[in-house]
């Protein structure tokens, strides 16, 4: 594979000319490449027309490539995998996979996205399954052991992200893993927030199921997402009514055995799309996932330490080494929602700096608010120092 330098990287984000990109977390930018692949990828079906034979062809052999490149990067075999339109999506798979009854109980953390939070709204209002949150608070052991003592006969999945959304803490997702099968309970991980920030292998994590998003950390297209099966709950996995045989299989003939992907996609979707996701996610390769965390560790690093000796600004992602990667979240001293998004604003206004006022909680809880920076591969060091100037600024304003 091609070899790509975090300059290149950059070179391929004409937007970080306009302005210090620090909203990644959110939606990264699409990279230039990535964009090509799909317009490129839609020209050729407009002109040659989508349903002549070579047309499909050539169509299919890019997008067999791209799902090789997604699976590549999670270390696991593209059958497994099924590409939708966005994470919350994927994750509504998962769930509806499950027979959820009344006195069944869903188990997840108080870190997660509002996008759990809500689906376990919907699962306590419409079928009346028992929701446990277990709280993460300082210690990871602690954590594990709270997870231990919720997750119980009743417990019919356990949901966690790999990295919090709120504070960019990583997650011990693998000692999780180990505490929920030992009990017999599937383990679902979000890891919207870590695919394209840091290596990760699905397999190592022993995971169930693993969802992500394409515009986040992978600068891919809007509107892309995916869910991995584990070959382990292929069999269970059943988001739709699909059947093992289609209505127009030729009796007699043998028959594909239906694979996550099957169960996932069906009918006509955006092709182009799936291309342009794989040329993200093979640029980032061509990188290096390890070149990628390395670099916004570094500068990372150089932002909280200084933030730390800001007076009135408090970093609330965990410092220790190897508990947090690209995702630094701050409190301001006496900030409420109308603060900080007035700081937000004026970044933006200002200084075209770009992140995000954070909900730190889900459900909302109105003081807890934070200012959630998202260090990426492409971000540089003069970025940061002026980050930190503006911050300094903006707050004394
Ligand atoms: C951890 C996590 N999960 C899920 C989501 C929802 O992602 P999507 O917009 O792709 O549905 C986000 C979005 O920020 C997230 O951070």
Request: proline content about 18%; overall charge negative; cysteine-free.
């Given at each position: 594979m091609e070899r790509l330098s975090l300059k290149d990287l950059r070179e391929q984000l004409p937007v970080t000319e306009e302005v210090g990109y620090f909203q990644t977390g959110t939606y990264g930018p699409t990279l230039s490449s990535a964009v090509k692949a799909v317009t490129d990828a839609m020209e050729y079906e407009a002109l040659h027309g989508p349903a002549r034979p070579d047309t499909r062809q050539y169509i299919m052999e890019k997008e067999e490539a791209a799902r090789g490149h997604l699976a590549d990067l999670l270390n696991v075999?593209?059958?497994e995998i099924g590409i939708g339109s966005n994470t919350t999506r994927a994750m509504h798979r998962v769930l509806r996979s499950f027979d959820w009854g009344e006195g069944d109980e869903f188990v997840t953390t108080s870190l997660e996205h509002v996008s759990t939070a809500d689906a376990s709204r919907g699962l306590e209002q419409e079928r009346g399954v028992n929701v446990t949150v277990v709280e993460v608070d300082e210690s990871d052991a602690a954590f594990i052991e709270s997870l231990d003592g919720a997750i119980?006969?009743?417990?019919?999945l356990f949901l966690i992200s790999?990295?919090?959304?709120?504070?960019g803490r990583i997650m011990p997702v693998r000692e999780a893993v180990d505490v929920a099968h030992e009990k017999g309970v599937p383990v679902l991980v979000d890891a919207a927030q870590s695919v394209g920030q840091i290596p990760v292998d699905a397999q190592a994590l022993g995971c169930d199921y693993l969802i992500g998003s394409?515009?986040?950390?992978?600068?891919?297209?809007?509107g892309s997402g995916y869910v991995w099966v584990s070959p382990d709950q292929s069999d269970t996995f059943?988001?739709?009514?699909?059947?093992?045989?289609?209505?127009?299989s030729k009796p007699g003939a043998p028959v594909a055995a239906p694979t996550a992907r099957s169960r996932a996609e069906f009918g006509t979707y955006n092709h182009p799309l799936v291309i342009g996701l794989g040329q993200a996610v093979k640029t980032l390769m061509s990188v290096g996932l390890d070149t990628i965390r390395d670099h916004a560790a570094d500068l990372s690093k150089t932002l909280r330490e200084e933030m730390q000796d800001?007076?009135?600004?408090?970093?609330?992602?965990?410092?220790?080494?190897?508990?947090?990667?690209?995702v630094t979240t701050l409190t301001f001293d006496g900030y409420g929602e109308e603060d900080m998004q007035g700081l937000v604003q004026w970044l933006n206004d200002e200084r075209s700096i770009l992140v995000k006022a954070q909900w730190l909680t889900a459900p909302l809880q109105l003081d807890k608010i934070g200012m959630r920076i998202s260090v990426a591969g492409f971000n540089t060091e003069e970025e940061v120092r002026h980050l930190i100037d503006s911050i300094r600024d903006g707050i004394r304003r």
């Open positions: 075999n593209p059958e119980t006969e009743e417990t019919k790999h990295i919090a959304s709120p504070n394409g515009p986040k950390w992978l600068l891919g297209p809007m059943r988001p739709y009514f699909t059947p093992d045989v289609g209505a127009w800001t007076p009135g600004v408090n970093v609330i992602t965990p410092l220790e080494p190897g508990k947090s990667a690209g």
